[in-house]
């Protein structure tokens, strides 16, 4: 990752999690947390609002989903890069994400390990899925 302070805004409505995602981004002292949210349609607003560098959005939330979420940043904030963390495992989900121009797609569950590599690759305008998606789907790479 770059020397320069990269600013992230966290989008998920489970509080525990986005607490994990935070102390995890922690360790990394160019990536500081500018936001987090729980909503849907509050996460658009704030995105609007912060014009985050890299905004790490779950797929079920509140109100509008994630998917419908990147759609509306991808217009109001158009330099932010968008990772997606969600548990959702399916195929034909993964690329809809992928579809909407983020850069990658992490599994919860294997986020421990992963987050900071797909966070890097990422902000390095590179592709990242997770090792498991990528085992079972290997088309979802060519998105």
């Known amino acids: 990752m770059s020397p320069s302070l990269v600013r992230v805004l966290a989008i998920d409505d489970y509080e525990p999690w986005r607490r994990f995602v935070c102390s995890a981004l922690q360790k990394c002292p160019q990536l500081r947390v500018i936001g987090e949210v729980s909503d849907g349609l509050e996460a658009v607003r704030k995105a609007q609002e912060l014009q ?21 940043i991808r217009k109001l904030s158009p330099n932010s890069k968008i990772l997606f963390l969600s548990e959702t495992r399916s195929s034909e989900i993964a690329e809809e994400a992928l579809r909407t121009g983020a850069g990658g797609y992490v599994v919860k569950s294997e986020a421990a390990s992963e ?23 290997p088309a979802v790479i060519a998105v």
Request: net charge negative.
């Open 52 to 72: 985050p560098d890299l905004v790490l959005l779950d797929i079920g939330l509140p109100r509008l989903n994630g998917i419908e979420v990147a759609h509306r």
């Open 115 to 137: 987050l900071i590599p797909a966070v890097e690759a990422v902000l390095q305008d590179k592709q990242f899925l997770s090792a498991s998606l990528a085992e079972l789907w």
